[in-house]
């Protein structure tokens, strides 16, 4: 296992595989063998020395995605280009994005054919078509399965396989009339849409289960809820209020669940704090750890955030990382969960 003082963003974390970044470089373990991965370099990177300026210039904004562990086999995407790489041909660009420069820290959308799919998250202030795209050769080449028309969204905040209806849910935001659950066959023709635009439908992952599609409400122009979508009888519910919108979300292995509260401009200012959030039901939330807002500008040096990295996690042993954050800017951390279990 990695050193994680070391670096800024954790992308993957397993038994045998992690994966963190710093500025433009992938360092990987797997099965106990290192991989350092050099991203080419771009202009702004020169100001990479300073974490006060990568964050002014987003330059520790990386996606990095586990495909194989053997052979080592991963998916890039940094300054709007994607990468492929793998031990024996090394990093090999595969695509160019068209209104991003990257997604959010949420893992790619897997099909059970194998087939890979994500969606471009990014300003698109033009409110421009919006693709998703899609692999059928594991990030060797890609196309684009569906593409929102203009003036439609803004951008895609996750796309995810629901395998309890064998569909494909996509949420859209971010202002009013664009934020709705998409949800698609396994060729991407529309089967359904879900919600009026609204904040309501504002969300950046999804919970699946056999009754219920349940998500957390990202939005700072209003106060956030618990929300979820009875498969049977079609009715969506408003239920637990929360401390601010969420973005990040995962499952840990004891069947517990973890999200975290942003801060951003809007409604979400009023608590000042990221707060980290643990359920055993996905209804009810209780708040464990807060992270303060640090005291630089938000408009200019990021909203305070914290993520999770992709792979299942344990209670008692949980990788975190933020932006923004009093003792968690540019930082991992490893921490211990159980004493708030259920």
Not at 132 to 139: A, E, F, L, R
Not at 196 to 205: E, K, M, P, V
Not at 220 to 242: A, H, M, T, W
Request: hydrophobic share 40%; net charge positive.
């Amino acid at each position: 296992m990695l050193n994680t003082s070391d670096y800024e963003i954790s992308h993957y974390v397993s038994k045998n595989t992690s994966i963190f970044s710093k500025k433009n470089i992938v360092y990987v373990s797997n099965f106990n063998e290192n991989s350092v991965i050099k991203l080419p370099f771009n202009f702004f990177d020169i100001f990479s020395f300073s974490r006060i300026l990568r964050r002014f210039f987003r330059l520790d904004k990386c996606n990095v995605f586990l495909i194989n562990t053997k052979p080592l086999n991963l998916i890039i995407i940094r300054w709007g280009q994607v990468y492929l790489y793998n031990k024996d041909s090394g990093l090999i660009k595969t695509l160019t994005l068209k209104n991003c420069r990257n997604i959010l820290h949420v893992d790619l959308c897997r099909l059970p054919n194998g087939n890979l799919c994500f969606g471009e998250y990014g300003s698109n202030n033009k409110r421009k078509k919006v693709p998703i795209y899609m692999s059928k050769d594991n990030g060797f080449n890609w196309d684009i399965a569906f593409e929102f028309p203009e003036n439609s969204i803004k951008h895609i905040h996750v796309v995810k396989y629901d395998s309890f209806s064998q569909n494909i849910w996509c949420c859209t935001g971010d202002n009013d009339g664009e934020n709705k659950m998409v949800i698609f066959d396994k060729n991407f023709n529309i089967l359904e849409t879900l919600g009026d635009g609204s904040q309501l439908y504002r969300a950046c992952d999804l919970f699946f289960t056999k009754e219920k599609v349940v998500w957390l409400m990202d939005s700072p122009n209003e106060k956030s809820y618990v929300v979820s979508f009875d498969r049977k009888s079609k009715v969506i519910s408003r239920g637990q209020e929360l401390v601010g919108p969420v973005w990040y979300s995962a499952q840990l292995r004891e069947n517990l669940f973890i999200a975290a509260t942003s801060v951003e401009p809007g409604y979400s200012m009023e608590h000042k704090s990221a707060q980290l959030l643990l359920s055993n039901d996905l209804i009810s939330w209780k708040s464990i750890m807060k992270y303060k807002k640090d005291l630089l500008p938000i408009d200019y040096f990021k909203y305070g955030v914290i993520a999770f990295p992709v792979g299942k996690q344990d209670l008692k042993s949980v990788y975190i990382f933020g932006e923004a954050l009093i003792n968690l800017d540019g930082v991992i951390k490893k921490i211990d969960l159980s004493d708030y279990a259920f």
